[in-house]
């Protein structure tokens, strides 16, 4: 693999590999409180504020990939009766509902990390801004649209969006 090409495989799963990092250290800092909690019952007082940030990160980052890997759960045994012609149609009408809903809710996320800016809200221990925390909804959204949208033009204009960099993940194969 040339150079650009890992550097473009990189970018583009840049948020698998941030969500895989956040998942491995919220994994072992829930296993350290534990020890320390119960074996030295002493425990790790900033544990929940961290494990809370790492919770919110990796769930939203993680559905970005998941809309670009196809991994989302549908149900389309009435969308395959129905004739081509209108199954598309359905499948473009729900792609524009899912469109409206993440649009609003960024839009709506935006609004809550600006507010929280604002009002200096922060947390107990760590006094870590609650921007930073809920900035995970809004950075979510775009990557959800961004991804959603991509998959929806490699699905219907697949002579022009075909030769598009591989993600990790594809087929459920690593």
Request: a neutral charge; charged letters at 15%.
């Amino acid at each position: 693999m040339e150079n650009r090409t890992k550097l473009t495989f990189i970018l583009v799963n840049l948020d698998l590999i941030f969500t895989g990092i956040t998942l491995v250290a919220l994994v072992l800092l829930t296993f350290a409180g534990v020890i320390m909690r119960y074996f030295f019952n002493d425990p790790i007082m900033w544990q929940e504020e961290i494990q809370i940030t790492c919770i919110l990160w990796v769930v939203f980052l993680s559905t970005g990939a998941v809309f670009r890997t196809v991994g989302h759960v549908s149900i389309e045994i009435f969308v395959d009766m129905m004739p081509k012609k209108i199954a598309r149609i359905i499948e473009l009408l729900g792609y524009l509902v899912v469109m409206v809903v993440l649009i609003y809710t960024m839009l709506r996320g935006f609004g809550l990390v600006q507010q929280l800016f604002e009002t200096e809200r922060s947390t107990n221990i760590l006094h870590v801004p609650y921007g930073l925390l809920y900035l995970s909804l809004p950075i979510g959204c775009i990557l959800m649209i961004i991804n959603y949208t991509a998959i929806t033009l490699k699905k219907y204009f697949p002579d022009r969006y075909s030769n598009k960099p591989e993600i990790i993940i594809k087929d459920g194969e690593i």
